[in-house]
């Protein structure tokens, strides 16, 4: 690792309610504190090595109150969380995880997608029942296109197991100590445009991913 190896690292663990964030949190740092900030539940777990806050992104959540928390929490990495097995709630991660990624404080942050429940479905589910792939879950959420701004992993995990949590952790705190600013993200909608009319002004461009 690089000489920033032994600071405390501050990581954002972020996605759409319902992910798996806080099992996460439980199962690599156990029961995680939680404090009610600007109307946000915000829940920070702590080792030695990396302090982790998260929050819920979308739904009931104020952009606002979103905005101060990145900028008030100084995190250097990213970790982005999706339910793989929740289809309808892809178009609004992908919204979300690019309006996170367009602020100035997330300049060149390395970027960890948790591909989360994959364990949900199998061999004898229904078509729209299973977890989507990995490779899937990255196309649908458009991550190609911050691969030349920061570095970028996606790892199939199952949080009740911690499969591919450990795995995906470990890689983004190496990518923190070598990370480098990238090209500026284009700026999405403002925080307070519904997704509907985001989709309706051009953005994200691609609507497939509601299929």
Same mark, same amino acid.
């Given at each position: 690792?690089?000489?920033?190896?032994?600071?405390?690292?501050?990581?954002?663990?972020?996605?759409?309610?319902?992910?798996?964030?806080?099992?996460?949190?439980?199962?690599?740092?156990? +029961?995680?504190?939680?404090?009610?900030? $600007? *109307?946000?539940?915000?829940? &920070?777990?702590?080792?030695?090595?990396?302090? !982790?806050? =998260?929050?819920d992104m979308g739904g009931h959540t104020h952009p606002a109150s979103c905005e101060k928390f990145l900028k008030k929490k100084n995190a250097?990495?990213?970790?982005?969380?999706?339910?793989?097995?929740?289809?309808?709630?892809?178009?609004?991660?992908?919204?979300?995880?690019?309006?996170?990624?367009?602020?100035?404080?997330?300049?060149?942050?390395?970027?960890?997608?948790?591909?989360?429940?994959?364990?949900?479905?199998?061999?004898?589910?229904?078509?729209?029942?299973?977890?989507?792939? +990995?490779?899937?879950?990255?196309?649908? $959420? *458009?991550?190609?296109?911050? &691969?030349?701004?920061?570095?970028?992993?996606? !790892?199939? =995990?199952?949080?009740?197991?911690?499969?591919?949590?450990?795995?995906?952790?470990?890689?983004?705190?190496?990518?923190?100590?070598?990370?480098?600013?990238?090209?500026?993200?284009?700026?999405?909608?403002?925080?307070?445009?519904?997704?509907?009319?985001?989709?309706?002004?051009?953005?994200?461009?691609?609507?497939?991913?509601?299929?």
């Open positions: 690792m690089g000489s920033g190896a032994s600071k405390e690292k501050r990581v954002l663990l972020l996605g759409c309610r319902g992910a798996g964030k806080q099992t996460i949190l439980r199962v690599n740092y156990g +029961p995680p504190c939680m404090s009610p900030e $600007l *109307g946000i539940t915000i829940l &920070e777990a702590n080792t030695e090595e990396v302090t !982790v806050f =998260s929050w250097k990495g990213l970790v982005w969380v999706v339910d793989s097995s929740d289809r309808n709630t892809l178009l609004e991660s992908r919204f979300q995880l690019q309006w996170a990624l367009s602020h100035p404080e997330m300049d060149g942050a390395p970027l960890l997608v948790l591909a989360n429940k994959q364990d949900v479905g199998g061999d004898g589910a229904e078509a729209g029942e299973a977890a989507l792939a +990995p490779e899937e879950v990255a196309d649908r $959420l *458009g991550v190609a296109a911050y &691969e030349g701004q920061r570095a970028v992993r996606v !790892v199939g =995990s199952c949080a009740e197991s911690n499969e591919g949590v450990r795995e995906g952790m470990g890689w983004l705190l190496e990518a923190m100590d070598e990370a480098v600013v990238g090209a500026d993200p284009p700026r999405p909608p403002a925080p307070g445009s519904s997704l509907q009319e985001a989709v309706e002004k051009g953005w994200p461009g691609d609507t497939s991913i509601t299929k």
